[in-house]
């Protein structure tokens, strides 16, 4: 079965850091682009970073640019995010999810991103 | 940044109501866009790829359309199980961004 189990949540005070961790089985975990997004409490959903499977490409939300570090340890099929300097907007369930692609050979030639696994989310409380 | 509007924000609709749900890019994001449906206090479920490809899973009565800026999601009869907040993506260029969300509730 494919699983993503996210863990190290918890409550932080403002300006404090943490390190979420993501677990992967049921599927090749370094042939994935891997993802994190967060939904604030009662809110919608935000992309957060993006880790491609070479570590070459990686990119993040202008909101958390700077502050979080996206990673992966390929040979223990795990993503992290380091979180540091964090603030109270940053209170979020925090899901990671596998990138999967759809590659169209017609004539756009065109490569379609999406999320189509994802993990059951852990809680990230800052306290200000 | 691409911003992603959802419209409406909420409905509410029966059991066998046509519904359908619109987003829109502030910009040409040709049909880099993609579905997913979240139950409260659950993760997102993906629905469709592409604009308009169903996941392999997804019921039929879900389709979607559009291309550019402009694009629906339909549910074309509503089962108890569709009342949900459905979520647009787009994945033309970074940062990635969401829809506001819909949320569909029961009349």
């Known amino acids: 079965e494919v699983q993503l189990v996210e863990s190290g949540g918890g409550l932080v005070h403002s300006g404090g850091s943490l390190r979420l961790s993501c677990g992967a089985s049921?599927?090749?975990?370094?042939?994935?682009?891997m993802a994190w997004v967060r939904q604030a409490p009662g809110k919608g959903l935000e992309w957060v970073s993006n880790?491609?499977?070479?570590?070459?490409?990686?990119n993040y939300a202008d909101s958390v640019k700077g502050r979080f570090t996206i990673s992966r340890d390929n040979a223990e099929n795990s993503l992290f995010l380091q979180m540091d300097s964090l603030r109270a907007e940053d209170t979020a369930v925090y899901y990671c999810?596998?990138?999967?692609?759809?590659?169209?050979?017609?004539?756009?030639?065109?490569?379609?991103?999406?999320?189509?696994?994802w993990g059951k989310g852990t809680t990230v409380t800052v306290s200000s | 940044a691409i911003q992603m509007t959802q419209s409406p924000s909420s409905l509410s609709a029966s059991v066998g109501d046509r519904v359908i749900i619109t987003c829109r890019a502030s910009?040409?994001?040709?049909?880099?866009l993609s579905w997913y449906q979240q139950k409260p206090g659950k993760a997102p479920k993906f629905l469709i790829y592409?604009?308009?490809s169903l996941q392999d899973g997804v019921p039929s009565r879900f389709s979607a359309s559009g291309s550019g800026t402009d694009f629906t999601l339909t549910i074309s009869s509503l089962e108890p199980e569709d009342f949900a907040t459905y979520y647009c993506?787009?994945?033309?260029?970074?940062?990635?961004?969401f829809g506001q969300g819909t949320e569909v509730e029961i009349k």
């Open positions: 592409a604009a308009s």
């Open positions: 880790i491609r499977l070479s570590l070459s490409s990686i």
């Open positions: 999810a596998r990138v999967r692609y759809y590659y169209e050979s017609g004539a756009t030639k065109q490569y379609y991103y999406y999320l189509d696994v």
């Open positions: 993506l787009q994945d033309f260029s970074y940062p990635w961004t």
């Open positions: 910009q040409d994001i040709r049909n880099d």
């Open positions: 049921g599927f090749a975990f370094s042939s994935y682009t």
